[in-house]
């Protein structure tokens, strides 16, 4: 403990310049300082400042020293903190974005989520465009496909699978395709990504001989669920999420198509920003998602 003061001392006396100044944040005489200072020399076996009466300098070796000392101090306040916040009470509006599609998996699970945490305040967007959470304040999102943002911490989710179907009206009337080459003469409803505009491809894999997808496109839109209800009405042939068409394909209304020749599983993730200090309401809502919905990922570290 000793030694742990005496860290305390000289990292605050090299950042304020003085032995007096770190002991007025320390709640401590400058003479404490001092002795501390000086017994942690004496430890170490080095000098840490060139000391005169006017000023009061690092040394090579003190500067060294600091920069290590520093990050434990730092990583003592953060374990601190940490015990803090898991003593704390998660409370106040925790602002999440999601994409439209994800209301099948979040809502049946909210009610659990509320019903834990009484005093946060959930205020969920649903919207495909990929927001920036730093700058609208947004807590949490879910989000697919690649995430490029380095200020974002993120966890990976339960892996999807992606489904081409069509009704069985459409496949009365157009037959049902068996490889990848047949759509050729099939129609394709197509899904626009809101943020780039591409369209999204449909990863078929066929290996012995170049392929390119020319089923004719009657419709294109960028919301999922229009999609899944264009298919369902039998404009074409969609490529949706296995979620999103588990229950029309139960109920007879969609056939998944050509799952030997499809690749590319998607995943979702969690996001939330980056930073030393995770708010109780952040923590507690990724953990319950991570647990109850997609997975049974530990809780996050600290």
């Not at 770190?22 to 401590?28: N, P, Q, T, V, Y």
């Not at 049902?176 to 394709?188: E, F, I």
């Not at 998607?266 to 991570?290: C, E, I, M, T, Y």
Request: proline letters at 6%.
């Amino acid at each position: 403990m000793d030694q742990f003061n005496g860290l305390a001392a000289f990292v605050r006396t090299a950042d304020l310049g003085s032995f007096a100044a770190a002991g007025k944040a320390l709640g401590l005489t400058p003479s404490a300082v001092g002795k501390a200072v000086t017994t942690l020399e004496r430890q170490l076996g080095v000098r840490l400042f060139q000391r005169s009466t006017r000023s009061l300098r690092l040394t090579e070796e003190g500067r060294l020293f600091h920069d290590r000392c520093r990050r434990i101090l730092d990583d003592f306040e953060d374990a601190r903190a940490s015990l803090a916040r898991a003593l704390a009470t998660p409370n106040g509006r925790l602002r999440v974005s999601v994409p439209l599609v994800s209301y099948h998996l979040l809502l049946p699970v909210i009610p659990e989520f509320i019903k834990r945490f009484p005093d946060v305040e959930l205020d969920i967007d649903f919207n495909d465009l990929i927001v920036d959470l730093i700058d609208q304040g947004i807590d949490v999102a879910i989000r697919s496909g690649d995430l490029p943002d380095s200020r974002l911490t993120s966890r990976a989710l339960r892996p999807f699978r992606m489904l081409l179907c069509a009704a069985p009206d459409y496949l009365a009337e157009y037959g049902t395709p068996l490889r990848p080459k047949d759509l050729d003469h099939h129609l394709a409803i197509r899904f626009r990504y809101p943020n780039t505009g591409k369209l999204q491809p449909w990863p078929l894999r066929v290996s012995e001989y170049d392929f390119e997808m020319r089923a004719r496109t009657v419709l294109t839109c960028n919301n999922m669920e229009a999609l899944r209800g264009a298919t369902e009405s039998g404009l074409g042939i969609g490529f949706m999420p296995d979620f999103l068409a588990r229950a029309a394909i139960a109920a007879g209304r969609l056939q998944p198509l050509l799952t030997d020749f499809l690749d590319g599983p998607g995943q979702f993730h969690l996001l939330w920003a980056s930073n030393r200090h995770l708010s109780p309401k952040v923590r507690v809502f990724v953990d319950f998602l991570s647990e109850r919905l997609f997975s049974s990922h530990c809780a996050i570290e600290a």
